[in-house]
């Protein structure tokens, strides 16, 4: 049992789930570090190590084999070790990157270049000794494949798991033990004392750093970095978890009070504020039955409340509980507040209810921790307001969040929120108001549209919005706005001196009665906006920023870039300053092309050393290429796509990864059993095909239907629909290596470093297609991909 061969299996499942563990790891280190968790980017440098350490194994493949019971247990060390490399480097002021400089300082560049490569080399020692297994036991591929992807799939269970219990700090070098673990179990009685040292010394090392991590320096453009600067301020309280790090501040200078009125002349009270990942999640506002007010009555948010008495609200993404306490505060009987950060929730139930007195205690809320758009999907009750978080933030937002999903602004949530809405009920939205207009202009085409589809009469009726120096606040109202509404708003303007923008019969001078406007096109435009849908459609090609609403397709409310406006933006606002209004889109761009170009230098380039000659070219390259594009395609859709479902991103990753990883181990090992030909490979193809054109027409309503299931059975359905297609595509792969390696066994190199090329590649454009095309495009494009493949066969003539 304990033999060599079942050893070695043994340390190619353990080494397997610390490189998947550990890109679950990175992407929450950058989610503390950076401004998104970039999963994107992590998978495409994990399959740059994956392809250049092919090619280096096709290069160096005779050494490499005769060498290998040394080189085993040396490069799965080595591999946990560098795990830790990119925390103690990156924490240099000359190598640490910051995605907000990338166009302010030139050194920014090559400390991208650096940090890629420091991400890089663990997962290139790990999958050289991956491929160095592979290659010395062929006769034995299927067994040891599954090995392999069956540790990747558990790899990714664990590491969410590890994420309740360790800080991201401490992460990696949890997992680097299960790395350090895989190489120490090949040893033998022969084992050199240096390696045996370097063994113990790693473990050492990477044991110390578990409970004595490197400390992570977030952006100094975060939220958390800027309070921190604050006098007195001190991190009070800290707790880990796959939705993030969740940190407490307090400070004697911290005050919250959004877009308050010039008319407040009391004194705004020093406040705990929670931060997630570095970013600012909401201030500990308490309320007792003895305040004489509540601080949101004196902003744009206490618009519905102006307007009738509320009974039943609903507050969705309530994080901290400001809107929670403001209902409170104004005497509302039933509370739903809808919170998925479970961390946060447990902390404001627990450690921090004494700090926001005990409001989720307070016999009127009811709190659930769950997906926002689960709960809306489940609930039964009806409501007469329900209020959406604050979007955007002071001074405008530089787009960083330009590739986050964000599934409670699309239309179909709004739509949701409408047939929840009681006769009288309101959909409330405050955002800031920021320059160039964006923000309030998509909010209001969102409006537009959700009243085009419900196809209500005189919708002009149904919506109004007043803003003062700093926020715009929106309601969407079930039934018209009486004359009585109408009146009560305007005195509500004048007490608070906020001015109307949005409201049956308004005057152009209210618009600014109060708070001027410096650019008073903004009026034109969310006229323009809400008139009618031919003006609409007008505005929206004529306008420089993406304006139409967020769908479930492409829940990127926060993608304002088009391309083609870049020409135009650089001549207003000058290069320089072009980045900073839509910095996420950007960067995202610029993550395809540099990971391309490192794809090709490391992974093409070094196999014309060996030639490339044949009958079988063009065959292996279309075959080759477009399964590996195929298959990203579908998993980065998969892991987008399935946040709705499971919350976060961290989850959506595990789940996606390793039910792939599992479904196209199993595929691959039984594919070791299957007769070679093409008549069988066009069969396999085909499912895949016609799997993947079903998926792209009817994912979107199957997925619909399924979000208000528990969530037991939710997984369920989600693990059903990606195990399905990644075991039949499990097949190609391994099929087309054993069939090219009779053919023409020579190029059986490029394969492997063309396959994994394009992986590269697809990981970060599958995203990018995703932003501008929608998620089903993208499975449209893999569908495509894997119908090259299929006709690729007809190019071989034997």
């Not at 998104?36 to 005779?62: C, E, P, Q």
């Not at 599954?146 to 558990?154: D, E, K, P, Q």
């Not at 219990?165 to 004392?193: E, M, N, Q, R």
């Not at 409501?383 to 999903?405: C, K, N, V, W």
Request: overall charge positive; hydrophobic content about 50%; some cysteine.
């Amino acid at each position: 049992m304990f033999n060599y061969p079942n050893r070695l299996l043994a340390a190619t499942g353990l080494l397997s789930i610390a490189l998947i563990a550990y890109q679950i790891a990175i992407i929450q280190v950058l989610s503390f570090t950076q401004w998104h968790h970039y999963a994107y980017m992590v998978i495409s440098i994990a399959l740059l190590g994956f392809g250049a350490s092919g090619t280096f194994l096709s290069l160096k493949r005779d050494v490499l084999l005769r060498q290998s019971k040394i080189l085993l247990p040396f490069l799965m060390i080595l591999s946990g070790v560098l795990m830790l490399l990119p925390l103690w480097v990156g924490n240099n002021d000359t190598v640490r990157f910051d995605s907000y400089l990338l166009f302010v300082e030139r050194k920014q560049w090559f400390a991208l270049v650096i940090n890629y490569l420091l991400y890089f080399l663990p997962f290139f020692c790990g999958a050289l000794a991956l491929g160095i297994i592979f290659i010395g036991n062929v006769s034995q591929i299927g067994k040891f494949y599954f090995s392999n992807l069956l540790g990747s799939g558990i790899g990714a269970i664990i590491a969410a798991l590890l994420a309740w219990y360790f800080v991201p700090a401490s992460l990696p070098a949890v997992v680097s033990i299960i790395a350090i673990a895989s190489g120490i179990i090949l040893f033998t009685k022969d084992s050199h004392k240096l390696l045996i040292a370097f063994a113990v010394a790693a473990t050492a090392i990477c044991s110390f750093r578990i409970f004595y991590p490197v400390t992570l320096v977030a952006s100094e453009y975060k939220s958390l970095s800027r309070t921190l600067n604050l006098p007195n301020a001190t991190v009070s309280l800290e707790k880990a978890s796959p939705y993030g790090l969740v940190q407490v501040v307090s400070a004697d200078a911290l005050r919250y009070a959004p877009g308050l009125s010039l008319s407040f002349t009391g004194e705004v009270p020093v406040k705990k504020v929670v931060f997630n990942n570095g970013d600012w999640y909401g201030p500990l506002i308490s309320w007792s039955a003895k305040d004489t007010f509540h601080l949101l009555d004196y902003t744009t948010n206490a618009l519905p409340y102006e307007l009738k008495k509320l009974n039943n609200v609903l507050t969705l993404h309530s994080g901290t509980g400001m809107f929670v306490s403001h209902a409170i505060s104004r005497n509302v009987a039933f509370i739903d507040a809808v919170e998925p950060h479970s961390a946060i929730s447990d902390l404001l139930m627990h450690e921090l209810a004494s700090d926001n007195d005990s409001l989720f205690f307070h016999p009127a809320v009811h709190l659930h921790t769950i997906e926002p758009r689960t709960f809306l999907t489940f609930t039964k009750n009806k409501y007469d307001l329900i209020q959406l978080p604050l979007i955007g933030d002071f001074g405008g937002t530089s787009g960083l969040h330009a590739t986050r999903e964000e599934y409670i602004l699309t239309k179909e949530a709004f739509l949701q929120m409408w047939n929840l809405l009681g006769n009288d009920g309101m959909v409330c939205i405050t955002a800031w108001m920021d320059y160039p207009f964006r923000n309030p202009l998509k909010i209001a085409s969102t409006i537009a549209e959700v009243m085009d589809e419900i196809k209500i009469a005189n919708p002009e009726m149904h919506f109004a919005a007043v803003r003062n120096w700093g926020t715009i606040t929106f309601i969407l109202k079930k039934s018209s706005l009486t004359a009585v509404e109408i009146s009560k708003i305007r005195k509500f303007c004048d007490r608070y001196y906020f001015d109307p923008v949005l409201l049956p019969s308004i005057s152009a001078g209210e618009r600014t009665q109060y708070n001027g406007m410096s650019d008073p096109a903004f009026f034109k435009y969310i006229d323009q906006i809400l008139s009618d849908k031919v003006k609409r459609e007008e505005f929206y090609k004529e306008y420089d920023f993406q304006l139409q609403p967020a769908t479930d397709n492409k829940p990127y409310f926060s993608q304002f870039l088009r391309l083609k406006s870049l020409p135009k933006l650089s001549a207003l606002f000058g290069s320089e300053s072009v980045p900073f209004i839509e910095l996420g889109f950007i960067i995202l761009v610029l993550t395809v092309v540099q990971i391309s170009l490192l794809a090709i230098l490391l992974i093409i380039l070094p196999l014309f050393k060996i030639g490339w000659k044949g009958k079988s070219r063009n065959w292996t390259f279309l075959y080759f290429s477009c399964i590996g594009i195929g298959y990203m395609f579908l998993e980065i859709v998969f892991i987008q796509k399935f946040i709705l479902f499971l919350g976060n991103p961290v989850y959506a990753a595990t789940l996606v990864i390793g039910i792939m990883m599992l479904g196209s181990g199993i595929g691959s090992l039984v594919s070791s059993y299957v007769a070679i030909n093409r008549r069988i490979l066009k069969s396999i193809f085909l499912m895949i095909v016609l799997l993947l054109l079903l998926y792209s027409f009817f994912l979107p309503s199957l997925l619909e239907n399924i979000l208000g299931l528990p969530a037991f059975e939710r997984i369920a359905v989600l693990t059903t629909l990606v195990i399905i297609p990644s075991f039949i595509m499990g097949f190609p792969f391994p099929i087309g290596l054993k069939l090219l390696s009779q053919i023409e066994e020579k190029n059986v190199p490029w394969a492997w470093g063309i396959n994994g090329c394009m992986s590269v590649i697809s990981a970060s454009l599958a995203a990018l297609i995703a932003i501008e095309a929608g998620f089903m495009t993208v499975i449209l494009l893999a569908s495509f991909a894997y119908g090259i493949s299929l006709c690729s066969l007809f190019l071989l003539k034997t």
